[in-house]
């Protein structure tokens, strides 16, 4: 530990927090970050810009019916929260007030910073409350956002596959590049860098699952030095594991997003209506700077990073936070169990869930977490026997759902759950059943919720991000990948035929429109051919269709009759997830059981039309997670 304590100046504009290893200085009383002092360099933020426009806390939102707003939040008061040689927490709060009805977000927030003895970093939290009869809103994003200066960091590292040299902010000036489909999307025509020409940027190629939100950031070359946004925990995220955010882009900027509708729509959109009383702590996030003499590997800062996020990860709940608001470990309790799978069509004894996603959200439908977006939310893995304890949760009411790898649909424990401080609540065996009438007559795809296993084409070569190229997993996140298909198929749709096509070449990651010469589009249908030997008259047959994402389209699927009117089944319009325009493989998870009559069917050769109608511009699309052919039960 630093022998140098934790010393905080209040000026008349300014509040300035030093630790011996950096110094954090606040606007006062608005609690922007405008400076950041470290290892010889004064300013880590970026100097250029307004000190409003550095390091700030930022929503958007709007009153019901309304047009959006986005807010740089700036406190009203400051106070000291705790000032002592090993830690200063200071507060910066704003109040709605009537006189501020319709112009400022009808909320009482109150944002922290912390700087400990010792930590070559500072952590900031902040407690969102809307009274009991406040006006009504929609709230669309919560975030914290830094701009670093750019003629330091130019290097972004994400991952350990996802990191790189990055374009300047100049380069998406009019000048240096050309805007593809939407403004976020550009072609590098004339870089500052002349080895990055051709390449587009977007800063949605830069997304990520929650669960592997942990660590992102930025180096500087010269000096060496890294500034990394490190999030311990995902319980003040909405959506679950799975949802996606944005990381870290072009800026440079490092976000740390607490909630937003990105990859989902208005699902994950809190709407709060009739004054409804709500409170919620977003973070602490930790801002680690870190620095090495070694300057021909700059690349071990960010294997530094990974060491402290692991070590962040360990110490949460954190026992440092001053507000009530914040629990600590000893207030919290856990839960435990072990979850089964029976299917007795595929192993006549229950199955051990295998790395089932096990989670607890607020009350709610089955399924309903992934479209919860007030509360807090915990989750777990289950190891290979289906064993999870899910720790350190705040005390509350919640349900408890699961769902397996491998298994469509999805699990909800029946009662609900009420944690309390210090205990652990054991649930013993869990068995779900997923949804299942027949034995199997065919399956394409598999049931994990991502449309990564389907076929994903190589990107127009005018259009590559080079940092995907040898990245496999990848792929999916190359730019303009929904043309691609027409250009795949440009005699007719895609036909797969069962027990001849292999679905990790032959079936299209997503079902999107066709674009014409004309610069039109027009809608698809793919077909699904498959043999019967007979048909079992005296019962129904099941198609089971998960989709792993839907924008703004509606699947149809006719049985042997192209021309059917109405369809056998329609989903109707669903979905607003952008997945495949925002470089993702999945959005929001849909599960829909579709009842086949037998008189639909032939002995024989069958076909099942899977058509989507909708056909206003190129991003409509469904991707499929998985499809089962389920026989009658009393095959």
Known sequence: MSATGVRVSVQDQYVIIDNGILQLTLSNPDGIVTGVRYNGLDNLMEVLNKEDNRGYWDLAWNAPRASGAFDVIKGTDFRIILQSEEQVEVSFTRTWAPSLKGKLVPLKIDKRFVVLRGSSGFYTYATFEHLQGWPDFDIDEIRVTFKLRKDKFHYMAISDTRQRVMPMPDDRLPERCQQLAYPEAVILTNPINPELKGEVDDKYQYSNENQDIRVHGWISFDPPIGFWQITPSDEFRTGGPMKQNLTSHVGPTTLAVFLSAHYSG??????????????????????????????RDPKMLWEDAKMQMLREVETWPYNFPISEDFQKSWQRGSVSGKLLVRDRYIDGEDMQANGAYVGLALPGEVGSWQRECKG????????????????????????????????????????????????????????????????????????????????????????????????????????????????????????????????????????????????????????????????????????????????????????????????????????????????????????????????????????????????????????????????????
């Open 266 to 295: 208005e699902d994950l959109v809190p709407k709060f209506r009739n004054g409804e009383y709500w409170k919620k702590v977003f973070g602490p996030v930790f801002i680690y700077l870190n620095s090495t003499s070694d300057r």
């Open 376 to 635: 807090y939310q915990f989750w777990t893995k289950a190891d290979a026997n289906g064993i999870f304890t899910i720790r350190n949760v705040r005390t509350g009411d919640y349900n408890l759902y699961a769902w397996v790898p491998g298994f469509i649909g999805d699990y909800k424990y029946d009662a609900t759950i009420k944690i309390t401080s210090g205990k652990n609540i054991d649930l013993g065996d869990l068995v779900y059943e997923p949804p299942r009438d027949g034995v199997t007559l065919w399956e394409i795809g598999v049931p994990d919720r991502s449309a990564a296993e389907f076929y994903i084409p190589d990107p127009d070569p005018r259009y590559v991000n080079r940092l995907y190229v040898n990245l496999p997993t990848d792929r999916f996140r190359q730019y303009g990948l929904w043309d691609r298909y027409a250009e795949l198929h440009p005699d007719g749709d895609l036909v797969y035929t069962i027990g001849k096509s292999d679905y990790k070449k032959d079936w299209f990651f997503a079902q999107v429109t066709r674009k014409t010469k004309q610069n039109s589009y027009q809608p698809t249908t793919w077909q699904i051919k498959f043999h019967l030997d007979s048909v079992n008259q005296s019962g129904n047959y099941k198609l089971r269709v998960a989709l792993a994402s839907a924008t703004l389209s509606e699947l149809q699927v006719r049985f042997n009759d192209l021309k059917a009117n109405p369809a056998h089944f329609t989903t109707r319009l669903i979905g607003r997830d952008n997945s495949i325009v925002r470089h993702g493989i999945h959005g929001l998870y849909w599960l829909y059981n579709v009842d086949i009559q037998s008189a639909w069917l032939v002995q024989g050769d069958n076909t099942i039309f899977l058509t989507q109608p909708r056909n206003q511009s190129a991003f409509q699309e469904i991707m499929y997670d998985y499809i089962r052919m389920e026989g009658p039960s009393n095959s």
